[in-house]
């Protein structure tokens, strides 16, 4: 397989307050590259984001903006490329509307929600949540809520997915966005 993971946090409840994101590049079913920063939001920060991922005001005051991060990624988001997230409702907003706040226009990509993978291909867990989907397929998540860890746990998910169920189980979960 070759896919995109991305994860996205915020500064706050607002979509478009993005403060840190990374990518997992995978081809031929194979982590080759990655990507993170940490993201100016221009905006301010609530303590139960805080609280969540440990990224305060102060670690981002000289970080660049959305645009910036933008021109380096906006490359891997194209129709013919899958993007996948680990409840893609959320990180697809987040790109979506952070790229509308700037007056960037959004682009049209390929996806994939690796819990509704995971809810089909394994059944019977507590819940669905990223670390719990690891701790059942055995995957490490050293530091959950921190962007590229989270990233690389959601493509070792659909890496194991497609290895243990091919990838005529995994097509029908693929959905363009934008």
Known sequence: MNFIAMDFETANGKRFSACSLALTIVRNSKIVDEFYSLINPQTDFNWRNIQIHGIHEEDVADAPTFPK???HIK????PDQ???AHNNSFDNSVLKRTL???EIEPPVYQTLDTVKTSRKLIPGLSNYKLNTVCDALQ???HHHHNALDDA???ANILIYQDTQFGSQQIK???KMFG
């Not at 490359?75 to 194209?78: A, D, E, I, L, Q």
Request: aromatic share 22%.
């Open 69 to 71: 991060v933008w021109q």
């Open 75 to 78: 490359s891997f988001y194209t």
């Open 82 to 84: 899958l993007v996948i």
């Open 100 to 102: 509308e706040h700037y």
């Open 139 to 141: 995957i490490d998540l």
């Open 152 to 154: 690389q746990a959601c």
């Open 172 to 174: 029908p979960f693929i």
